[in-house]
């Protein structure tokens, strides 16, 4: 799937190359829910970045596809020279709409040139849409609704957001056993749950 404009052989290079690296979405349902909610996405983008930005920051056409396993999130976004490749977790197809339009917003986000990981570019552009509108744009996805394998879950008891992890980085358990984790959207401190039995993880018991 292409978002984003190009000449046509360069279209069709990229056609290419979806076709040799197995870029694509293979799940129809997906897709058509991918389909659905891109425009909205856009839109949603424009209004709030607005569309000269948005336009001439971009990295020229996107290409999107997915990926089977969970990994580590619900999408990666690889920023090339002249074009962007963002891969979906297939376990999308289980979230709401709503979480679909965030998990788009927050990749379509890394395509911008201005943008390098979650850096403070990023952050800026992500608050402003989740200050602006009803959706929520994070440095980590939301889980409420779709469990992707996910070992531990940081809670925030206060407005009940969510984020999952497969692993803990040394940096994010040093973070949590000094209490300074906070939410994302209403700065309360978060606690590490088990994402299975969704019992408080005590310090001992943290693994990397």
């Known amino acids: 799937m292409f978002i984003g404009r190009g000449g046509l052989n360069y279209l069709l290079e990229l056609s290419l190359k979806m076709e040799r690296t197995g870029i694509m979405i293979k799940d129809k349902k997906l897709e058509e829910r991918i389909e659905r909610n891109l425009t909205e996405v856009i839109h949603t983008l424009v209004d709030v970045i607005g569309k000269e930005r948005f336009e001439n920051c971009g990295n020229g056409p996107i290409l999107l596809g997915t990926f089977k396993t969970p990994k580590r999130a619900y999408a990666l976004c690889q920023r090339n020279t002249n074009y962007s490749v963002i891969k979906l977790n297939e376990n999308l197809v289980k979230c709401s709409d ?35 509108t009803n959706y929520k744009v994070s440095t980590y996805g939301n889980i409420k609704e779709c469990n992707l394998g996910f070992r531990y879950l940081l809670h925030c008891p206060n407005c009940g957001d969510i984020h999952g992890f497969f692993r803990l980085s040394s940096k994010l358990k040093k973070t949590i056993e000094a209490g300074s984790c906070t939410c994302n959207i209403c700065r309360s401190t978060c606690s590490l749950v088990d994402a299975e039995t969704h019992e408080t993880i005590l310090k001992q018991n943290y693994e990397l």
Request: proline share 0%.
């Open 98 to 132: 709503e979480v679909i339009r965030e998990v788009l917003m927050h990749e379509l986000l890394h395509t911008l040139k201005d943008t390098h990981g979650h850096n403070k570019q990023w952050q800026y552009y992500a608050k402003k849409i989740s200050d602006n």
